[in-house]
């Protein structure tokens, strides 16, 4: 967790028990009076100020997004998407690198006077570092960098004593200077066996910050123990950011986004170092930075339209602003066409309706009905079968879904340090077993420590970069029951003592002895030993497995939440049930129920329900090509949609005689030779469906020449299937 630059965690790590996370260079971090503190596994701590460096735009028009990477929403003030121009002063206040190796900085820019915190690709961004203004910074190349005599890749290795200077990971420098652009290279000033050099080192794999001199450290140790976090976000008013990636000038040059592979969660951990656990000594509250004032009619108006949002889809954003004025609606513009993903969210088993629905909800599809048997296939237990078409597209228009009951599966559920604070917390918890509940573990320090759930969800919070109100919400619908807790977060459980699953992460239901919570609680004790975390660690490292006290539980399946779905681009509960994401695009689906979203948007209506007025961001999917009206609800076509159509017959006999070709039900037209000598045939029919009805059976008097019975179904919803027997004689 590593934090240098001005991204606060909203707790303080005991310098006691601050240990590596993931076995590289001061990970290990937490703030007080906006001072950042580092402690290696050495133990040894370094001290890092905020940075603040002054900088100057040099692209003539460089968009300012709200994440590192092209990908992310663009920043909107007052309906504006955020351009800045050439010469535009700034100050960068962080950098990372996304996933294809690009550094991206964190800038606040100033706008009518007010400032503003976003992201912008730091190839267009020039720092006013000197010889005489210098900007200190460390090595994060893994293995490490050569320094050049030219700011070129082919440029000259320095040399001392006939031996090439490696800068190794971590080692600290100063940039004094820096040239180019997409392949920007910063001159740098490091000592390297007592001797004082400069050379030139591609910026990615420098990290900006600024060290204190270590004398502070004992400063750091005082406050740490003393508890005292006076950390506060500074936050504008920003409005109705968009997620449009497209088009940006001398920005877009090969940078993404953070995206993992997938795996199945199975191993054993046999040989894997377990994880020590970060211990968080205070979660300080902090007072919401709701904005002020709302924007005017005029102003949603333009912001809506700003953000790209169809006319189609404003008649219920206006509703929803004028019930809560301080939300956000952000267009999540997709690249897919409307009839593509419904398509692919209609395959076969991929979403899964409840059995008891009416046909109209229900797939007929190969694979899916067998009209034989007027059966549905199921896919999950004996009452999950595959939803319709019109049922996938029912739940996927998000149209339908922006009331107040149910725009919540839209909500981001990324951590928003500042908005999201303990208090709202507390009142998701209201009433429940975590109220106001304390609970104490024994540290990896042999420290017992004693933490309330609501400060532990806040840590969660800063510790996996996921919305503490969203990991507060989801704990609570997992492992809460009448007055108290669950069996998975007992730590009790025979064969599983000591073992706690605070979000029921591999708790999938099954017929084996325990079932679901066993699964559940043993994805607690050995986690996952094949998947690694983005840095290259054991994922199981970086989500504290095993999972042996609740703080290591609720903390870790943190993290596993924002590995899995939030860091990947499914931050919203509605991309986690439909994945439109650019990643295993209509797989990696959060639970193949279609009814999901709307379930979980009420649960988290009701659980918001005391929290008062806050200000939340909605990001709401756009499809191309989207229909002007929004997807029907299944059924509501009439009787042929919702009442029984199986017009089939299960058999079919004339008198004793053979038909031609052998019967099967799909089969409609058959033939029958006759005695010369009868004068009749006796006709019988059963149909599949019991609510079908058929007619057409019975005696039927033969006449020489060509003789034609018909047998008619009649299914109930009108649909019928002519069964037709020719009879020579």
Not at 517 to 539: E, I, R
Not at 588 to 610: F, L, P
Request: with cysteine; glycine share 8%.
């Amino acid at each position: 967790m590593d934090i240098r630059g001005t991204k606060k965690v909203m707790a303080l790590l005991s310098l006691t028990a601050c240990v590596s996370l993931t076995g590289g260079v001061n990970p290990c971090l937490f703030t007080d009076n906006n001072i950042a503190y580092a402690a290696d596994s050495a133990g040894d701590y370094t001290v890092y100020e905020p940075i603040k460096i002054k900088a100057t735009v040099t692209a003539d028009a460089l968009k300012v997004r709200k994440g590192a990477g092209t990908t992310y929403a663009q920043k909107v003030v007052a309906g504006t998407p955020v351009t800045l121009k050439e010469n535009t002063k700034v100050y960068v206040t962080g950098n990372k690198n996304d996933k294809d190796g690009n550094k991206w900085y964190t800038i606040k820019y100033k706008i009518n006077n007010k400032w503003y915190t976003g992201y912008a690709i730091s190839s267009y961004i020039k720092l006013s570092a000197s010889k005489t203004n210098k900007v200190k910074a460390e090595i994060t190349a893994k293995k490490g960098v050569y320094a050049r005599t030219k700011a070129v890749s082919s440029g000259s290795i320095l040399k001392y004593k006939k031996q090439r200077v490696a800068l190794t990971y971590g080692q600290k420098c100063q940039i004094i200077g820096e040239t180019g652009e997409e392949e920007k290279y910063f001159l740098i000033a490091f000592y390297y066996n007592k001797k004082l050099m400069t050379g030139y080192v591609k910026s990615d794999k420098l990290q900006l910050g600024k060290t204190i001199d270590e004398a502070a450290t004992e400063a750091a140790r005082q406050a740490a123990e003393a508890g005292k976090d006076n950390t506060k976000e500074n936050t504008g008013s920003e409005t109705n950011e968009n997620n449009t990636s497209s088009g940006d000038k001398n920005v877009n040059k090969g940078s993404g986004t953070s995206e993992n592979n997938t795996g199945n969660n199975t191993g054993t951990a046999s040989g894997s170092a377990v994880a020590p656990e970060p211990v968080i000594t205070t979660s300080p509250a902090v007072t919401p930075a709701t904005p002020t004032t709302a924007l005017s009619d005029s102003e949603f108006e333009a912001a809506m339209t700003a953000a790209g949002f169809p006319e189609s889809y404003k008649p219920y954003l206006r509703e929803l602003h004028s019930k809560h004025p301080y939300w956000t609606f952000e267009a999540n513009l997709l690249p897919m066409t409307w009839d593509e993903a419904v398509a692919n969210e209609s395959k076969v088993g991929v979403n899964l309706i409840p059995n008891s629905k009416n046909a109209a909800w229900k797939s007929t599809a190969e694979g899916a009905y067998d009209p034989l048997t007027d059966k549905y296939i199921p896919y999950d237990g004996s009452t999950w079968v595959t939803a319709s078409e019109q049922a996938v597209k029912y739940y996927m228009d998000p149209r339908n879904w922006l009331t107040e009951d149910y725009v919540y599966q839209f909500e981001l559920l990324s951590y928003k340090a500042g908005l999201q604070t303990i208090s709202g917390v507390q009142a998701i918890l209201a009433g429940t077993a975590m109220d106001g509940t304390s609970y104490s573990y024994t540290d990896d320090m042999g420290t017992t420590v004693t933490r309330t759930y609501a400060d532990t969800f806040m840590d969660a919070a800063a510790y996996s970069g996921v919305s503490p109100y969203h990991l507060a919400t989801r704990s609570k619908q997992e492992v809460l029951g009448g007055s108290g807790f669950t069996s998975s977060v007992s730590g009790t459980v025979s064969g599983y003592e000591g073992l706690y699953n605070f979000y029921n992460i591999g708790a999938y239901g099954s017929t084996t002895a325990g079932g679901a919570v066993a699964h559940g609680l043993t994805y607690a004790s050995v986690g996952n030993v094949n998947k690694v975390y983005y840095d290259g660690t054991p994922l199981n490292r970086r989500i504290l497995i095993p999972w042996t006290n609740q703080y290591r539980a609720i903390l870790g399946g943190a993290a596993y939440i924002g590995y899995e779905y939030i860091d990947r681009g499914q931050n919203t509960v509605y991309l986690q049930k439909f994945n439109m994401t650019a990643k295993l695009t209509y797989g990696h689906q959060y639970m193949t129920n279609i009814e999901v979203g709307r379930g979980e948007s009420v649960k988290t209506k009701t659980a918001y329900s005391s929290l008062g007025e806050q200000p939340l961001v909605f990001s709401i999917p756009v499809y191309k090509d989207m229909p002007t009206t929004a997807a029907a609800m299944p059924g509501t076509g009439g009787a042929s949609e919702t009442k029984d159509f199986n017009n089939y017959l299960s058999s079919l006999t004339v008198s004793n005689y053979t038909l031609t070709p052998t019967f099967s039900p799909e089969v409609t037209e058959y033939t029958v030779v006759p005695a010369e000598n009868d004068v009749s045939v006796t006709v019988s029919a059963t149909a599949v469906s019991g609510k079908s009805v058929v007619e057409g059976t019975g005696e039927h008097v033969l006449v020489r020449g060509v003789n034609t019975i018909q047998v008619i179904v009649t299914a109930e919803n009108g649909s019928q299937r002519v069964y037709t027997v020719t009879l020579q004689k």
